[in-house]
């Protein structure tokens, strides 16, 4: 990994203010993913899975429906980006496409759909979501399996209703060294939800800390935190125009990370915050990894990284791929967040739209 992505100091040290605050600290792993070409080897989102030749693929057996894209033209247009992505503008040698190629450029820009219902018969091969290495995330818990240092996460890129309008996803734990023969070309679902297909990204994992979502407070610190005149008298320095609602520069610029990382405090507001016993021995469950439509939004802005902050006007070419570098979206803009079991992290994981 060579990429870096460094996380300005919070705008203040909200224990100072609230130093009922300084026990609930958390570390979460932001994993900054970046548009690139990771290989097997690396920890990436979208890219190649570290996966034994001899290893069955997993596949969804639920029934399917509402696929708006052939995955073969997706993955024609991922490499074509990754072409161009070579060429500064204006080189004379970007790449010229063939007629098939622009045939199916223009088809995907005209949001046309079209696929044969045959392609949804039968079950559905997933597709590699993420790859973590224990060596880039130190935070990962591995279960007590023999040697167990690298995380894959594969998903089903459809939804999967009554139950969840999002991908259901596959957590596989592996020792990477027990992997000698790599399958180099692993079965892919004919047909696709579009939002559900990662681009290739790799990632400069970071460290940070958070502080729980206001809304998972006790009710006498939110009171608290929703009370200028103790921001006043700390002398904390925070813009007046927070004054109606200091709460929500704690919830901005103080709680929780925006975008993919794994542990840390899960972000809520889609839903209020809700129990999560592991569904094998009821222990409350930890984040593992929270799956983001946006790496940063324009409430939150103070977290974008200072190696992104020259591209973050949103005129910028750049500025909409460092948002959204991963092309994934859940629920129209929300996140997918994974659950493990602390007391057994081999017990079933459980996902939450957010
Ligand atoms: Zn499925
Ligand atoms: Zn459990």
Redesign the pocket.
């Known amino acids: 990994m060579n990429v870096v992505r460094t996380t300005p100091p919070r705008p203040l040290d909200v224990t100072a203010v609230f130093p009922q605050l300084a026990p609930l600290a958390r570390t979460a792993t932001r994993l900054h993913p970046r548009r690139g070409a990771p290989s097997a080897h690396d920890s990436s989102i979208g890219g190649p899975l570290l996966w034994p030749a001899d290893d069955p693929w997993p596949h969804c057996d639920a029934p399917h429906e509402g696929g708006d894209h052939a995955l073969a033209e997706l993955r024609l247009r991922q490499r074509i980006r990754a072409s161009e992505a070579m060429y500064p503008d204006g080189d004379p040698h970007v790449p010229q496409y063939t007629p098939e190629e622009q045939a199916v450029l223009d088809r995907l820009d005209s949001d046309e759909t079209w696929h044969d219902s045959t392609w949804l018969e039968g079950p559905v091969a997933l597709l590699p979501l993420a790859q973590l290495y224990v060596r880039d995330i130190p935070l990962l818990r591995p279960p007590a399996q023999a040697g167990a240092d690298l995380l894959q996460v594969l998903w089903c890129p459809f939804d999967h209703p009554p139950e969840k309008y999002m991908p259901r996803t596959v957590l596989v734990w592996r020792s990477a060294a027990a992997v000698t023969d790599i399958l180099t070309s692993p079965p892919e679902p004919p047909l696709v939800v579009e939002d559900y297909v990662p681009e290739p990204c790799v990632l400069a994992p970071e460290q940070v800390t958070e502080y729980p979502s206001p809304m998972e407070l006790s009710k006498e610190l939110r009171e608290q935190i929703g009370d200028w005149s103790i921001w006043q008298a700390a002398d904390a320095g925070v813009d007046s125009s927070y004054a109606p609602y200091p709460d929500s520069f704690y919830g901005s610029h103080l709680s929780v990370a925006p975008g993919w990382k794994v542990g840390g405090w899960p972000m809520w507001g889609y839903t209020d915050p809700a129990p999560r016993p592991?569904?094998?021995?009821?222990?409350p469950?930890d984040p593992l990894l929270s799956i983001d439509t946006f790496e940063w939004d324009s409430s939150n802005r103070s977290w974008i990284p200072y190696e992104d902050q020259a591209t973050t006007s949103s005129t910028d070419p750049r500025y909409r791929d460092l948002m959204r570098p991963t092309e994934i979206q859940i629920g129209g803009g929300h996140k997918q967040q994974i659950y493990f079991?602390p007391?057994?992290p081999e017990?079933p994981h459980i996902e939450l739209m957010q």
């Open positions: 592991c569904p094998a021995c009821d222990t469950m079991c007391a057994a017990h």
